[in-house]
């Protein structure tokens, strides 16, 4: 059995449409993209999408949404976007849960999830449905003559708007498991703990610094030396003479008495006349 040739997701392809993670191309036409998916629990489907400009078009919704409801109900798994609640499989839509509307809501590209096989039969019933939503399957009516007619979209091939939320990890196309998780919270405690441990040792390696000196004064820079502080201010005592010092005190005022070694006695002072200068 050939296996359909697969291609790689585009820049401007979403990372999940509903509840499926997209893996790869399939086929894209004008009206639309078919993928590859897979689900949390690992059901491989194949998602077909409609383009932003088929989005855009009351009419192409509504031919997707009748090609859908005459397929088979074990076909269909899912539906959801623009146009896709009603009909015969209107139960299969699945509503966006808790995702946050812009105040200007464009619409949601129109979506079905179906059953993969993993065949070129499936490929190719992909680009039936794509057909059927842009009219290329039709064949020209009568002797073509003057200008063509083509859609108004058919140059918007751009992937229509599929909303998600939570947003996924950019550049990621898959939901990261338990382990990534706990693998990635254990590397954050690692360099916390390295974060840590480096200002400890930097705070460590710093040499001890000494006090700055003391501030020089007059007093010491004259005198060659350092001098204390109470040796270089005067002391209000010594500014200010005291009460008694400016008075004198009554045994100061009269003479004391002379040692006998120092004063000659009374008898050699009586004794010895005084010799005169004149002679």
Avoid: C, N
């Amino acid at each position: 059995m050939t296996e359909p040739l697969l291609h790689p997701l585009l820049g401007v392809d979403p990372p999940r449409v509903g509840d499926w993670w997209l893996d790869a191309r399939l086929a894209a036409t004008p009206s639309g993209v078919a993928y590859t998916a897979h689900s949390e629990a690992g059901d491989h489907v194949m998602v077909l999408m409609l383009s932003e400009g088929a989005t855009a078009d009351a009419a192409a919704v509504d031919r997707f949404a009748g090609t859908v409801d005459r397929m088979h109900i074990d076909t269909v798994l899912a539906r959801g976007g623009r146009g896709q609640q009603g009909g015969r499989l209107g139960h299969k839509y699945v509503a966006p849960a808790d995702t946050p509307q812009p105040p200007v809501a464009t619409p949601e590209a129109s979506w079905v999830a179906l059953a993969w096989d993993g065949t070129t039969a499936a490929t190719a019933e992909a680009e039936r449905v794509l057909a059927e939503v842009d009219l290329s399957w039709l064949p020209p009516k009568g002797t073509p003559s003057g200008p063509d007619y083509e859609l108004p979209w058919v140059d918007k091939v751009r992937p229509g708007l599929a909303r998600q939320w939570p947003l996924p990890w950019p550049g990621r196309h898959d939901r990261a498991g338990w382990l990534s998780i706990l693998v990635s919270w254990l590397i954050m405690m690692l360099l916390m703990a390295l974060a840590v441990l480096i200002a400890i040792l930097i705070f460590q390696a710093t040499p001890p610094q000494s006090p700055p000196p003391p501030v020089p004064t007059s007093a010491s820079g004259s005198g060659g030396g350092s001098a204390s502080p109470d040796s270089a201010s005067p002391s209000p005592q010594s500014g200010s003479p005291s009460p008694d010092s400016a008075s004198p005190s009554p045994d100061s005022a009269s003479p004391s008495p002379a040692s006998p070694a120092e004063s000659p006695g009374p008898s050699a002072s009586a004794s010895s006349p005084t010799p005169d200068p004149r002679l």
